[in-house]
């Protein structure tokens, strides 16, 4: 089935700094998303790319998919400590069952304010 | 509220005991996915549903079974319980089946198995 390799486990940083996430696969992914989860919370779904070289934009949130959709990234500008969580991606496994997600095991950001 | 729900939030049983999670999808999904979150593991896909049927399996244990039901709602049973079922356990729901659309999670039901 499909796997994504998610780093870094962790990661800390000084308020204002910023923060990237890369996600990676052996095999070309149809889509990718991605989740955030607060601690003692649960994912929630931020964006989905589907496209070669897509990038897209949430406030201070840029993510982008690879040409080759083999890879992504979430990167935040200037990070808050509002930023706190767990960022997941997500990738749907072909691996003979009818698509369902198959999660990084995410990068965990914590913010010094 | 994410308009999944689920039910309990927590739940202490003994090692070898029998429950049954429970999960309501949001109005209008189809698709009813669980998922187990520990420590180290992350998220685990366990099984899937879309319309009261079996759509994929992932690494479900043979202890625990699932269902959907005629109205939609899903439950998770997990039976002979041991230590290392402790964990959280998520439902997720999405309008189809597949990830074409992103799914939206239930607030989880804690389980420690002691």
């Known amino acids: 089935g499909q796997q994504v390799m998610q780093i870094p486990q962790y990661q800390h940083v000084q308020e204002g700094e910023d923060f990237t996430t890369y996600c990676n696969s052996s095999t070309t992914l149809s889509n990718i998303q991605w989740y955030k989860q607060r601690p003692g919370g649960h994912p929630v779904f931020l964006i989905q790319l589907v496209k070669s070289g897509e990038v897209k934009k949430q406030k201070r949130l840029t993510f982008q998919f690879g040409e080759a959709k083999k890879n992504s990234s979430l990167h935040i500008t200037a990070t808050q400590t509002t930023d706190v969580g767990t960022y997941f991606c997500a990738a749907l496994n072909y691996g003979g069952s009818q698509g369902n997600l198959i999660f990084g095991k995410g990068t965990k950001l914590s913010v010094k304010p | 509220d994410s308009g999944v729900t689920q039910t309990p939030k927590h739940l202490i049983t003994a090692t070898g005991q029998r429950v049954t999670l429970r999960c309501s999808p949001r109005?209008?999904?189809?698709?009813v996915y669980w998922y187990q979150q520990s420590l180290d593991q992350g998220l685990q896909f366990l099984i899937q549903y879309y319309n009261g049927e079996e759509r994929a399996k992932g690494n479900i244990l043979e202890r625990f079974s699932a269902q959907q039901f005629p109205d939609l709602h899903s439950e998770l049973n997990l039976s002979s319980l041991e230590l290392g079922d402790s964990a959280l356990y998520f439902c997720a729901s999405s309008v189809s089946s597949g990830g074409v659309y992103g799914y939206t999670f239930g607030s989880g039901t804690r389980l420690t198995v002691v």
């Open positions: 109005s209008g999904d189809l698709s």
